[in-house]
Structures are given as C-alpha cells and as structure tokens.
C-alpha cells in the first residue's frame, strides 16, 4: 500500500483522452522541458506521469475483455439490469464487432501508455541531471523505467490486436500498423536493452512501483511464452531460460510467499512474491475500479462499508438449476468448484480485523458481521439474500409462475437474478472502523507464482514432466493448512486440462484467463457454461476498432472481421 512519495495523478482520465493516431498532441504544458522542471520533484512527477496510466489501465476494459470472454466470469441479465443492449452476451458468445466500447478502450488506451512514456522520456532526455543534484546513472535509470514501460504497453497490445503502429518519438501522425511480427520484435529489442540496465532487487526491498530488471526479464518472457500465439513460433525453451533466472534470483532476491494471501493483502508490497505492482492507498492512488462491478447493492452491509455497487459481474456456474454438477458437460470454467474443498481461499471472505481477513468469496447466505441476514432489493425484495453458484430464475419457479419445476429452468445468460454467482474477493476490504486500510492492497502485476507456472508449463511442453508438477505443487502447498494438498499435481494427472485448472485457480480475477485459453488452443475450441466453441481462430485477435480507422485511414482491419 505503500505510494511513492511524488506527486500522483497529475493527468486526469478526460485530458488522457487523446485519439490514438494523432501523437503529437499538446500535453501539459507548452514550455520546454529545460525551462518546466525546476526541482527533482517536477522530474519524478513526469517520471511517474505514464505509471498512473497504467494503473488505470491494469483494470476495467482491459480486464474485461481477459476475463468476460473467457470461461471464468460472466455478467448476465438479472431481470431489468445488466442486458446493456446485449453487449455482455456478444463478449461470452465471442460475438463482438469493432464497435465494441472496451475494444476502442484497449486499443487508445494501449497507444495512450506508449505516447505518454515515450513523452516523459523526450523530457527528460533534454535535461541536465546535474542541475537537480542527481547523476547520469539517476538519468538512465530512469530512461530505462520508461522504456520498459512502453513494452510492457505495446506486450498487452500485440496480445489484444496483433500489430499495432510503431512509434519512437510524438513527432508522427496516421502511422499504419505494423506487422505481429515487426511489433514482436520491437518489444523484445526494448526489454533486451533495458534488463542489464536495469537494478536488481534488493533482499527485504519493499515494492513502491518502479520497474527493476526482474520485471522485465518477466515481461520478455511472457513476450517468449505466447510466441506460439503470437507469430507462429513456439519459444518455450526461451522462455524456460528466463524464468529460470528469475527463480535463481540472478536478478534479484525473490521468493514465493509462505501466505496465499501475501500477495494480496494490505501489506503486500512487503511480500518477496511482488515482482512489480502498482501502488494504492485510500483517497490517493486507489486500486478500486472492482468493487462497483463485482458486489451486491446491499454488500456494503456484509463489508461493513459505506460504498455503492452495482452486481454485475460474478462467476460462472458450476452447478446447473437442480444443484448437479456441470462436470461432464466440458471441461473448463466452474471456477468455483476448482478449488478443493479444504483449499484456505475457498472459505467465506470474513475481515477478522487489524489488517487479517480469511478467505475469498461470497456465496451462500448473506449476512452483516454480526450475523443478520441482508436483504434483496429486486426479486428477493425484503427476504434474506442467498448467493448460488448457480444462473437461474428461481424466483419464478413455482405453481402459477414462470417454471412450475427447478427441472424447467434454463439457465443463460439471459437468466441471472440478484443474488446469481458467487463473487470474488481477492482484494481485501476492511470495515469503516479501519478505513485508513481501504484499497491499502497494491494490484500485483507480476508475481513469482507466474513465473513458476510458466517455467512449469515450459518443463511440460519440453518434456519434463516430473519438474512440471514439482513448481506447481510449490506454490500449491501453501493453500492448504500444513500444506496438505488433497489433489497435487503428478505425472500421471498433468495434462492441458488440469493446467488449464491450475493457471484458473491461481490466477482468478487477475486478468489473464483470455491469454492462457488461446495459448492451449482452447479459446475457440472448447465448450464452457452457456458457451459453444465457434472454431474461428481470427477471434484470438480483438478487431481494430471503427474509431481508430475513421480517424487514421491507413489502419488495416484484422482478418475476419
């Protein structure tokens, strides 16, 4: 939760507006960098200008369109709320057209992050260090922050669009796109550049936001692990190197947290896990844009809080209307029935108070802490709020309604009530009592169980089984009390279907399931809850959006769209 201690927010989200074909924009001010910056501070602050971007853009759309189109998540219709014109269904039907408005979100806000570090970086180029008590060292250090900071921008574009434009200064206008290619190899030449510059992580060194080297080392190689998907080279064995340079702590000191929530919590720069995060303190730099979406009206009373929700947003399904199982049916999603019964996580969220909370879901009863019942607000008007794993109109089941049977319910997209889903709190909320700790967490963008995961999946892909599970199993352990694990992973049970279970369980909500899914070759092709697989594989790239081209004519469209 810790913040950098320079000014933050110093865009706000409507000057950040800018079209993402014309760079050469007016930023801030129209004086020169020579004659702007007058202390360190005015340095940090630009330095620190494109990092509150990139808060912002860890979330919201770019979140959406990882996880509402993959298999974990849904936001159905519940009665009169949450149809939105039929945009989330097209997201889970992978029906969505280059009109979509989390699309054109992703697209500017990915070049809006390149051409505001690489604007931060003209700056400061200009400057004399020495005029501000600082070394040339200070100045390429921070150089290089940015520089990994536009990879990492232009990393997440390749992933949604394929090519994206190319561009090193602001000077250009209506560049086209180049090829995955090209792009592919622009991001790796600017990580391979910018890891030996790079520091190292200090042993004990809390995570305040910076970039060290282990960071992008991390982002190359997920640069390598998607190669597959990306431009038809399969660089596992690249990948395999990097990860395990990072295990080895060749760039730093880093080490998986003895907690399943260390990474998570309110302390958890302080975790040795945290590979790079984004900062959040309460009435600063919140990370927060969850909360509205994912949780009842009335969870402000389970919470204890005083914020507002619109329950949107919960998990999909892992039991049909009459309580069986969908296991069978397919394969993926029902992600709450992945977890083991005795895993840690799976218990109710529960704030214990002085920064400790259990758990991290909302099903079943909904209660205030002190055990009363919160009411419904819509079908469940004044009874007693009960969350299911579970998408169905069960309030219109019985004589003389709707559904004379649970047997005859459908359960769609179209048939989500108030109290449908479970919900996911992998964030921690603390009461009004200790409110100084609300949004104290800090969002863990890259975090050494990633980087076990993928050195697992590299072993797998390369043959190495055995050392697979033995990563896996690492940070499984800890999920478990005494670290006994009822299910781990073995040679004779580790297969694409169980890593695709592993990267779910691990990984919920944090914004990635798309990016897993097509690297197994499973997006398109497989089956989960009220979803059939289309088999078009142009759908492994989001189109480019109507509003990009109608400002910048030489973009060309993605194939199939």
């Given at each position: ?114 051409a505001l570090a690489l604007d931060a970086k003209t700056d400061l180029e200009k400057l004399d260090y020495t005029r501000f008590a600082l ?427």
């Open positions: 939760m810790k913040t950098k201690n320079i000014v933050l927010g110093i865009l706000t989200l409507s000057s950040l507006m800018i079209g993402c074909t014309k760079l050469d924009q007016e930023f801030y001010s129209q004086v020169t960098p020579e004659t702007f910056f007058q202390s360190e501070k005015d340095i940090l602050a630009a330095l620190n200008r494109p990092f509150t971007h990139a808060r912002w853009y860890l979330g919201e759309d770019r979140w959406r369109l990882q996880e509402y189109t993959a298999d974990n998540f849904a936001i159905t219709t519940k009665g009169r709320h949450w149809y939105n014109g039929g945009e989330n269904e097209r997201y889970h039907y992978h029906r969505w057209t280059q009109d979509e408005g989390w699309i054109w979100g992703s697209w500017r806000g990915t070049l809006m992050g390149v070394t040339e060292d200070d100045k390429q250090a921070h150089l290089n922050q940015l520089n990994t900071l536009a990879a990492f921008f232009y990393l997440r574009g390749l992933d949604y669009f394929g090519g994206m434009p190319i561009f090193t200064t602001l000077e250009g206008e209506s560049l086209p796109r180049n090829t995955d290619a090209e792009l592919f190899a622009h991001i790796e030449s600017i990580l391979q550049t910018a890891i030996p510059l790079l520091p190292n992580k200090e042993a004990g060194a809390a995570e305040q936001g910076e970039l060290k080297a282990a960071a992008a080392v991390s982002m190359l190689a997920r640069l390598y692990f998607n190669a597959e998907a990306y431009i038809g080279k399969p660089m596992y064995q690249e990948c395999m190197q990097l990860c395990q340079a990072i295990v080895d702590q060749q760039h730093g000191s880093y080490s998986l947290d003895q907690n399943w929530h260390g990474p998570h919590g309110f302390s958890n720069h302080q975790s040795p896990e945290i590979i790079w995060s984004i900062p959040s303190e309460f009435n600063k730099l919140q990370y927060d844009w969850f909360y509205a979406d994912f949780y009842h009206y009335n969870s402000r009373q389970f919470f204890d809080q005083d914020m507002g929700a619109n329950n949107g947003a919960h998990l999909t399904p892992s039991r049909r209307p009459d309580s069986t199982l969908y296991a069978g049916a397919f394969r993926l999603g029902s992600p709450f029935e992945k977890f083991a019964a005795t895993d840690l996580r799976k218990r109710p969220y529960r704030y214990l108070g002085n920064g400790t909370y259990e758990g991290m879901f909302i099903n079943g009863p909904h209660r205030t802490r002190t055990g009363g019942a919160i009411n419904g607000g819509e079908e469940y008007r004044d009874q007693p709020l009960i969350f299911r794993d579970q998408v169905g109109r069960f309030s219109e089941v019985g004589p003389g309604k709707r559904y004379p049977t649970i047997a005859d319910l459908p359960s769609t997209m179209a048939n989500g009530e108030e109290n449908t889903g479970v919900r996911l709190v992998k964030v921690p909320i603390p009461t009004l009592a200790e409110n100084t700790l609300r949004w104290g967490a800090d969002n863990p963008a890259i975090r050494l169980a990633e980087i076990y995961y993928m050195l697992a999946e590299c072993k797998w892909r390369t043959g190495d089984i055995a050392g697979a599970a033995e990563l896996i199993n690492a940070v499984r352990r800890r999920n478990f009390t005494g670290g006994a694990d009822p299910n781990p992973v073995t040679v004779a049970n580790l297969d694409k279907y169980r890593f695709l279970d592993e990267w779910s369980i691990e990984f919920l909500g944090e914004g990635r399931r798309r990016t897993d899914l097509i690297r197994w070759d499973a997006f398109v092709t497989e089956a989960w809850w009220d979803h059939q697989p289309s088999n078009s594989r142009h759908l492994h790239r989001f189109p480019v959006p109507t509003e990009a081209i109608s400002g910048n004519n030489n973009l060309e469209q993605n194939p199939g769209y």
